[in-house]
């Protein structure tokens, strides 16, 4: 098979508009779908980061006080009431109070300092406050240090301000602040005048936040032993025993309720497991993943489509020119090869066009929405996802041409 | 002839049945999802309050220092308390509000042996008028029920139907976290969207609220705001005193000026307030304030999604394609009947009445593209929960406007796209094709 480029190109130039469109197309594909696939694999990355939290076993209750002007001695008698009757379920292996949890969206943060007068923050870090059961309940990994004892534990009231002086931070955290690995015993500010020492580190603990802001300061998350007896409500988060997460989150309610009936638990958010609020705070991440990989699907199937289209009806127009190449000795392999050869050329031009709008496109989402630079590799697939869907599509229509016979040369058409 | 054009184009469909039907699912899926997009943008996008949007304007003052701020200077998004209470003493504008979010529960009583869940805010008088909220039965309370800390509360419709089976409850006392509130007004449904006037703790979707509560009352009943509260620096506070003095913003605050005069005199006052704060030693910068309205306030909030803009331009893009697409395949369908068309012209019609003809046949692949395209907007609109958040999803419906805009745009994206064909299918030289059959 020969590369008849001259003939090729003079036999382009006769159908310049079709060849444009298809070229044209191809360009504004390849714009797209690279952009698309860079936005799908970008939100696969987050919707499948790890919590550091045993999902399977674990739930959340957001238990909300019916008097909101109760005292914090009364609000922290309940509470421990509640943990106790919680911790007794046959199905539960733990539970601990808390102001948030991982995945929540949005949530308590603070600024974290070095020094007590230090105005530009080093970082930022969310905040979780918790008891001796917190770890466990959780499942966490302690990597370095000691949980918290429950001495260490301390009464926080509402709107009121307590930095505890120990704190276990997530490994992300002790990295950031204390990049020599020595993080152990050392301590920081969080929006605090007394410092916070670290006495454990965990290896996972993701932020209650996915949006922006935290996913700048990703994973970067602390835990202070604190009940936050705030009047308004608690977060219990619960582990079952394993297998029994059902069981755990029917009975649950019913041991609070018995504990006291002053409680809201009836909202749809009240006791959610971790499969429904990794959904929830996912929502429109995983939706762009449906709808780009939607997009990108249907389009290469319509250029694809757009190309088998206008090869056919130029195998048609030129059923006569291929009869005379045949009847002059062209083999078939050469009809084939001349067709994919003009597809390949088209392509070419198309994907080098294509490269440039693909580029802008990103250029354009970068400065509009805060998105990263696409790296080079998308455009590499899509370059040849785009040559190969070319191929593929020409191929039909092309080997329809390979059999016109050479009898076709005498007839007028 | 028009009509007879339409009929030719209407049989001409059935006609290279493979091209026509590629060209009409290019033009269905394109136009449907756009549409689809589209639905979400308008309904995220839309301005809530237009009749006032140009009137109602929120100060920002900054209390953080340019140290502490937000990135390019940007004071809090919210006021902390001294900060509220001197805009409040002032009056410097005709109307205006500062509020925050509280969190309640209905006592349980009659009935309802369990309390239930009451959210809402905690304003000042002018809130439903400068908010135009509408009242099903009484009404707002007055400046002087601000000043006297009145328990007044008004409920809303769906809080009223719950408690009251709907009837006039104004007069009635309901109890709410304890305390006693006689109910003076119940309002009609009520929910802009975006929720244009709290920014700050919602994203612009939220539910209805279903309390709204006298600010002066809240605060001495220190109840602690359930909405955004950002501070900057060390927190000390132990108590309610020392929270509502601290740097703690929370407060929202928003005027009603009527008259660009009357924003530029509100403007000064907020630069004259913030000197002042600067030479008592409060503020140790230059004052840096804003006067945002609506429309600018929404903007700089975000509140319409990035999701819902990547979306639609995306689609808008992949609607290009699909009509890049059908030019291509309406240029092989026309030509292919050139010597048709050659038969024609030498029988004595004009390019125009070719031309005409083509456009029109184009225009009927456009309806059924549309057609097409109406059902795929149909099903996607009603699956929008998978790409968005319910509250965001729910706004997005099929109404009588977007079944006619869809029909409308396949048609004349594809007529459009169908002119340069039709003028190469006007242009066939008819000499040629007769020679050639």
């Given at each position: 098979m ?15 508009a079709?060849?444009?469109l298809?070229?044209l ?11 698309a696939?860079f936005?799908?694999?970008q939100r ?9 939290v045993d ?5 959340v209750?957001?238990?909300?006080w019916a008097d ?15 943990l106790l009757?919680l911790r007794q379920?046959?199905?539960v292996?733990?539970a601990t ?15 974290v300092?070095?020094?007590p ?7 930022d870090a ?10 466990d309940t959780l499942?966490l990994k302690?990597i370095?240090g000691?949980n ?9 009231g509402t709107?009121?301000s307590i930095t505890?002086p120990?704190?276990?931070?997530s490994?992300?955290?002790a990295d950031?602040?204390?990049p020599?690995?020595?993080a152990l ?5 969080a929006m ?8 454990g ?7 209650q ?6 996913q700048?300061h990703?994973?970067q ?17 619960v582990?079952?025993k394993?297998?029994q ?7 649950a ?6 504990q ?8 749809k958010?009240s006791?959610?497991?971790y ?5 929830k705070?996912?929502?429109s ?13 249907v ?21 006569k ?8 000795g062209?083999t078939?392999n050469?009809?084939?090869g001349y067709?994919l050869t003009?597809?390949?050329?088209i ?7 294509g ?5 802008a496109?990103n250029?354009?989402?970068?400065t ?10 998308y ?9 190969l ?7 039909a ?15 007028t058409a | 002839m ?5 009929e030719?184009?209407l ?6 049945p ?6 009409v699912?290019?033009?269905g899926?394109?136009?449907?999802a ?9 309904a ?6 237009p009749d ?10 900054d209390s953080?220092?340019?140290?502490q701020?937000?990135p390019h ?8 308390y001294?900060?509220?209470t001197?805009?409040m003493h002032?009056h ?8 925050y979010?509280?969190?309640?529960r209905?006592?349980?009583?009659g ?14 008088s ?5 908010f ?38 104004v ?5 709410l976290?304890?305390?006693?509130y006689?109910?003076?007004g119940?309002?009609?449904h009520?929910?802009p ?8 703790s919602?994203q612009g979707f939220a ?9 002066n009352?809240a605060i ?15 927190l000390?506070?132990?108590n309610w ?6 740097n703690c913003a929370?407060?929202t605050?928003?005027v ?5 005069a009357?924003?530029?005199?509100y ?6 307030y913030a000197?002042?704060?600067?030479r008592a ?5 230059a004052?840096?304030?804003?006067l945002?309205?609506?429309?600018q306030?929404m ?7 990035p999701?819902s ?13 699909c009509?890049v697409?059908t ?7 026309f ?11 030498a029988?004595?019609?004009?390019r ?6 083509y ?8 309806l ?5 395209g109406l059902l795929?907007?149909a099903?996607?609109v009603?699956s929008?929960?998978?790409?968005f958040p319910p509250?965001i999803a ?7 406007s ?5 029909l409308?745009v ?8 169908a ?10 030289q008819?000499a040629?094709q007769?020679?050639?059959?």
């Open positions: 020969s590369l008849e480029i001259k003939p090729i190109l003079v036999a382009l130039r006769r159908h310049k079709g060849t444009l298809i070229a197309q191809i360009a504004l594909t390849l714009a797209i779908v690279c952009n696939l936005i799908i694999h696969l990355a987050i919707v499948s980061q790890p919590s550091g999902e399977a076993d674990v739930f209750i957001a238990n909300r909101t002007a109760q005292s914090t001695t009364q609000v922290d008698a309940q509470v421990r009431a509640d009757a379920l046959p199905a292996r733990d109070p808390s102001s948030g949890y991982p995945l929540q969206g949005g949530g308590w943060d603070n600024f300092t070095m020094t007068d230090q105005t530009k923050p080093t970082t969310a905040i979780y406050t918790g008891d001796t059961h917190f770890i499942g302690l370095a000691r918290f004892r429950s001495d260490d534990v301390m009464v926080m709107q009121q505890p120990t704190v276990i931070v490994k992300a955290l950031r602040l204390f020599g690995g020595d015993g050392k301590s920081f500010y605090g005048t007394t410092p916070s020492t670290i006495i580190i965990v290896d996972t603990l993701h932020r936040g996915v949006d922006q802001w935290s700048a990703a994973g998350s602390l835990i202070w032993p604190l009940r936050a007896d705030d009047s308004r409500g608690i977060f219990y988060i582990r079952a394993p297998g997460l059902a069981t755990a989150m029917r009975e309610p019913k041991a609070l309720y018995a006291s009936r002053m409680r809201l638990l009836d909202l958010d006791i959610q497991d499969a429904t609020i990794r959904h705070v996912f929502d991440d995983r939706g762009m993943v449906i709808l780009m990989s939607v997009i990108s699907i389009l290469l199937a319509i250029t694809a489509a757009g190309i088998v289209g206008l090869t056919s009806f130029w195998v048609g127009q030129r059923r020119q291929i009869g005379v190449r045949r009847a002059l062209a078939r050469d009809i084939l067709f003009e597809n390949f050329m392509s070419l031009a198309g994907v080098a066009l490269t440039v709008l693909a580029l496109f250029l354009w989402m970068v509009h929405f805060a998105m990263d630079h696409m790296s080079l590799a455009i590499g697939v899509g370059v040849l996802v785009l040559l869907l070319g191929q593929g599509a020409v191929l229509p092309a080997l329809r041409a390979s059999r016109v016979s050479p009898i076709e040369a005498t007839r | 028009l009509a007879y054009y339409l030719l184009g049989r001409s469909l059935r006609r290279n493979m091209l026509t039907a590629l060209m699912m290019a033009i899926f394109g136009v449907a756009s549409m689809i997009t589209w639905s979400v943008f308008r995220v996008s839309g301005n809530p309050i006032k949007s140009a009137q109602l304007f929120t100060p920002q003052i953080w220092g340019p140290q701020n937000l200077n940007e004071p809090a998004e919210a006021l902390d001294v900060d509220a001197a805009l002032a410097a504008a005709k109307r205006q509000t500062v509020f979010m509280v969190g309640m209905v006592m349980p009583g009935s309802r042996e369990l309390p239930l869940n009451a959210n809402g805010y905690a304003v000042t002018d809130f439903f008028t400068m135009e909220v509408p009242f099903r039965y009484g009404s707002g309370w007055s400046a002087q029920d601000d000043h006297a800390r009145a328990a007044d509360v008004v409920i809303s419709d769906t809080l009223n139907q719950k408690l009251f089976g709907g009837a006039d409850s007069g009635r006392m309901i109890n976290g304890g305390h006693g006689r109910v003076v119940v309002t009609h009520w929910n969207k975006p929720r244009f006037y709290d920014l700050f919602t539910d209805e609220p279903d309390i709204y509560m006298v600010f009352r001495d009943l220190h109840m602690h705001p359930d909405g955004r509260n950002t501070c900057r620096g060390s000390s506070f132990t005193q020392s929270y509502l003095q601290s929370w407060i605050p928003w009603e000026l009527d008259t660009p009357e924003v530029a005199s403007r000064r006052f907020l630069t004259n000197a002042e704060q600067q030693g409060r503020f140790n910068w004052p840096n304030v804003r945002r309205d609506v429309v306030w903007d700089y909030e975000q509140v319409v999604p999701e803009r990547i979306s639609l331009v995306v689609s808008l893009g992949f609607f290009v394609i009509l697409n030019i291509g395949l309406l240029l092989a369908k030509l292919r009947r050139s010597g048709e068309i050659g038969v024609r012209r029988l004595g019609a004009t125009q009445e070719i031309y005409t003809q456009l029109i046949e184009a225009g009927t692949v456009g059924a593209g549309g057609v097409l795929f907007t099903a996607g009603s929008v929960g998978i790409l509250q729910r706004l997005a419906h099929l109404d009588l977007l079944v006619g805009l869809t409308l396949a048609i004349i994206a594809t007529v459009l796209a002119f340069y064909p039709a003028w190469r299918a006007a242009h066939v008819p040629w007769l020679k050639s059959n």
